[in-house]
């Protein structure tokens, strides 16, 4: 993967419906197209840095370098550099705002605008990296230089980073546009309007369909494997099935069990401490399932928000710091005192200065816990405890017995441990709104629509049919 160049001033950025797709890729793509594209005119004077589409994968190297480019989208400040994990907890209870940019104050406190420059910048973001899947899975079946094996796998994982893109989405803003065709001109994204969340769901598994059957990749937990891709369908099928009236929602949580079960297969029981997930070099777990790499060129912009010695815009927050048990090992490693008394915890998580883990996309544990509360969903409350209770074990608290707890409060046993074990990995907005607490936890009920983020102006200006979320 190449550098991520993300200035973090999101007001910069080109509006997402307003890119061509002329450009992209940045140096590995490029450096590798330069030899296919050879130059040989000195008076030619088309930029290097862009290619039209007809040139921009025709063989085994560049369509390998293609779906570098499209993981490269990943390490934008905009999304897992930063903004994927930042936003989830900022908007809920677990962070607060401590520092001097505005728009992170409104997220903070639910008062979002629809210029919000985060919100915008994280959005462009994802749709920026699902058009490069989008020139992966259009394209590369049309050349025919491309050998079957690379055609395979490349394809597999476009499909898997488009619907990890799409479902991002979905969690944050509802229905959104589910482009399947790269841009090719501002027409193509001005005519978008917005699918229903259940269309993106529906266009999510059939891409992890794809994804499943294409992926070739078996080791490489920094690109998508089969593993990887069931237990993103296992956490896609969990989030569907508490969608507000979704009737099939039994069925939902027996196939993301189903999946869970498949992902967990003879690895089920967590044996990595709980601070070597986090290392600052990324080193590899066997927890791990998928990861985005970055390393002391290609930083990630985690710690320089969290911390005191960076930007100390967020940190932990009083109600985050106290729900955490005497001896949790999560906490230990997670949260530090920072020694100043008008700010006085640091999110230690991720603390590499410069950021330089790799960071955890979806992991062992999250894919525990999403079969803790299918089961419990289900009824199976004993066996439901037994598997929550092996994220308490890893982190050095006792087990919880089952005796006759009702099923709520198994379940509510459950969001706490995914708070606790997740915490500041962007999951606890999502996690609030799935279960419907998102407005009174946050105390919004004088602005409901906040529970959503708000479709960035400049796009819903230059595409008169994408319509805004209520409330903004």
């Known amino acids: 993967m190449t550098p991520s160049s993300d200035s973090r001033t999101p007001s910069s950025r080109a509006p997402l ?10 140096a590995t793509l490029l450096a590798t197209l330069v030899g296919v594209a050879a130059c040989g005119d000195i008076l030619n ?6 290619l039209p589409q007809d040139q921009l994968i025709v063989d085994n190297a560049t369509a390998t370098a293609a779906l570098n480019g499209a993981y490269d989208g990943l390490q934008s400040g905009s999304y897992y550099g930063l903004s994927a994990l930042l936003v989830g907890d900022l908007a809920a209870d677990n962070t607060v705002w401590t520092g001097t940019f505005q728009y992170l104050g409104e997220m903070a406190t639910n008062r979002m605008q629809a210029d919000n420059p985060e919100v ?23 050349v025919t230089l491309v050998t079957d094996p690379v055609r395979s796998d490349v394809m597999g994982q476009a499909y898997f980073l488009r619907a990890l893109g799409f479902h991002n989405l979905v969690k944050f803003w509802g229905g959104v546009p589910i482009p399947t065709k790269p841009i090719n001109s501002p027409a193509d994204a001005q005519a978008y309007t917005r699918a229903t969340v259940n269309e993106v769901y529906t266009q999510i598994l059939k891409d992890l369909d794809s994804a499943q059957a294409l992926i070739r990749n078996t080791t490489n937990t920094r690109y998508a494997t089969l593993n990887a ?9 969990f989030y569907r099935a508490g969608l507000p009236g979704n009737a099939g929602a039994a069925a939902d949580y027996q196939a993301a069990l189903n999946e869970a079960n498949a992902v967990l297969q003879g690895r089920d029981t967590l044996t990595v401490p709980y601070a070597d997930l986090f290392t600052a070099a990324g ?12 390393n002391a060129t290609e930083t990630n912009g985690i710690s ?8 100390a815009e967020v940190a932990p927050s009083t109600s985050i710091d106290q729900a955490y048990p005497a001896g949790d090992a999560r906490k230990a490693w997670s949260i530090r005192p920072s020694g100043n008394a008008g700010r006085p915890l640091n999110g230690n998580k991720y603390a590499a200065r410069p950021g330089t883990e790799h960071v955890h996309v979806i992991r062992l544990a999250e894919v525990v816990l999403i079969k803790a509360e299918a089961l419990a969903r289900l009824n199976r409350l004993p066996e439901a405890v037994a598997q929550y209770n092996k994220v308490r074990v890893r982190a050095g608290l006792a087990p919880h017995t089952f005796t006759t707890q009702t099923q709520q409060a198994v379940i509510d046993a459950i969001e706490l441990e995914r708070r606790l074990e997740l915490a500041f990995e962007g999951d606890r907005w999502p ?4 279960l419907g607490k998102a407005v009174a936890v946050k105390g919004i009920a004088d602005r409901p629509g906040q529970a959503l ?15 805004q979320n209520p409330g903004y």
Do not use: C
């Not at 419906?17 to 940045?26: G, I, N, P, S």
């Not at 996690?431 to 799935?434: A, H, T």
């Not at 983020?453 to 319509?467: K, W, Y």
């Open 17 to 26: 419906f307003m890119r061509l797709r002329h450009t992209t890729y940045r």
């Open 45 to 50: 004077v088309q930029p290097v840095t862009s």
């Open 120 to 142: 915008t910048a994280m959005w462009t973001a994802i749709y920026q990296q699902i058009d490069r899947d989008n020139v992966l899975i259009n394209k590369v079946p049309q």
């Open 229 to 237: 891709t069931r237990a993103l369908r296992a956490r896609v099928l």
């Open 283 to 294: 080193t590899n777990t066997s927890e791990d399932l998928f990861r985005v790499s970055f």
């Open 304 to 311: 320089n928000y969290y911390l005191q010695v960076g930007r």
């Open 431 to 434: 996690d609030l709104n799935r």
């Open 453 to 467: 983020f708000p479709i960035p102006l400049r796009d819903t200006r230059t595409s008169p049919n994408l319509t």
